[in-house]
């Protein structure tokens, strides 16, 4: 199971920390997996947004590249995003997902329900 929290309605500029944690059998080897986040804009399809590795490698879309820190607390099974300098194009439904193939796809087509965060003035 996958469960994301931590959004919400932010100003242009502002920051959020966004949080999902893992819980079930699959997610007993949290810590060897590469895990993810992705969002999807109203109308939109979901995107792939930043990746931490089992190594704790991180790698990030150009759109929030910069602006975005992705981490992890393997002895929690909690995965994080740190959203800085938002915008409104940022405004969309976040999901985590993992473990990742090839770094960027969900390996199972299991999405919890996401957290939605919404930028505007």
């Known amino acids: 199971q996958l469960v994301e929290s931590g959004g919400g309605l932010v100003h242009p500029g502002g920051s959020l920390t966004l949080s999902c944690a893992a819980s079930?059998?699959?997610?007993?080897?949290?810590?060897?997996?590469?895990m993810g986040w992705f969002r999807q804009a109203p109308g939109e399809q979901r995107e792939w947004v930043a990746t931490?590795?089992?190594?704790?490698?991180?790698t990030y879309s150009d759109s929030v590249k910069g602006r975005f820190t992705i981490s992890r607390d393997n002895s929690k099974n909690i995965l994080y995003l740190q959203l800085n300098s938002l915008r409104p194009d940022d405004t969309a439904l976040y999901f985590c997902?993992?473990?990742?193939?090839?770094?960027?796809?969900?390996?199972?087509?299991?999405w919890g329900q996401g957290t939605q965060v919404t930028v505007s003035s």
């Open positions: 079930g059998s699959i997610f007993g080897a949290f810590a060897i997996y590469d």
């Open positions: 997902n993992g473990p990742l193939i090839r770094l960027k796809t969900p390996q199972y087509g299991y």
């Open positions: 931490i590795t089992s190594r704790s490698s991180t």
